[in-house]
């Protein structure tokens, strides 16, 4: 499967745990991007990256959230000391330089009890 | 700031018949559209998407979408409706920052009964 692919796809933690997820994306793809989505409610944009850079953070993104996509390739979201209002499927998505469509993993679905 | 709705929380339709799904977007310029659709614990499939040329723009699965300037819309439809395309249905906007992310409508669930 040459799709982007996310790990782990569940994630049930207690709030003030740290968690980190993990999102592989095309391999030929420069722009890698993640959102969150609650329920009922279309994605929102969190963070992008184009190759190892980091562009740009959404307000979303508070100081206990930061991202990484070391050497371009694979990307990780940690939430530390989570909230049971950080409970919400993560998606991670990457798209082609220059190229329009994204195309998303199948989520994280983080549960924080 | 650019934004997109959809109007109907749900759209119910008998299979074999059209089905249409509405979009109605807000950008400054000229916009890039995209119809996404979410099978339950999945990801988004991308579906079509509109960024320049001819109005009407085919996509997967049969799916199709008129772009209309004037009335600031970008409906999905389908000429004939499967108890498959039963899910859920986002229509997206691409900003028009560097970045290329999207903002998505609060989506529309498609039930389609046999």
């Known amino acids: 499967d040459t799709g982007v692919s996310q790990d782990p796809r569940h994630k049930i933690t207690k709030r003030g745990q740290n968690v980190t997820f993990r999102c592989d994306p095309i391999s030929e793809h420069n722009r890698l991007y993640w959102y969150r989505q609650t329920l009922g409610q279309g994605p929102e944009f969190l963070t992008y990256f184009q190759n190892e850079a980091q562009l740009e953070k959404s307000r979303l993104l508070s100081d206990r959230f930061s991202a990484e996509r070391p050497k371009g390739s694979f990307s990780t979201l940690e939430i530390q000391r989570t909230e049971q209002g950080d409970s919400a499927m993560y998606l991670c998505?990457?798209?082609?330089?220059?190229?329009?469509?994204?195309?998303f993993g199948p989520g994280t679905r983080l549960t924080v009890l | 700031a650019q934004s997109v709705a959809q109007p109907e929380d749900q759209v119910n339709v008998a299979e074999g018949n059209p089905l249409t799904v509405k979009c109605t977007y807000s950008v400054s310029g000229n916009p890039y559209l995209f119809w996404y659709v979410q099978y339950p614990n999945r990801g988004l499939q991308f579906l079509l998407k509109y960024i320049t040329g001819d109005n009407l723009v085919k996509g997967s699965y049969g799916f199709e979408a008129e772009f209309n300037k004037s009335q600031t819309s970008f409906h999905l439809k389908k000429p004939s409706a499967l108890v498959s395309d039963s899910a859920l249905y986002f229509c997206a906007v691409r900003d028009m920052s560097n970045t290329g992310k999207l903002i998505f409508g609060q989506g529309t669930t498609l039930q389609v009964k046999p």
């Open positions: 998505a990457s798209s082609l330089w220059g190229d329009n469509e994204q195309f």
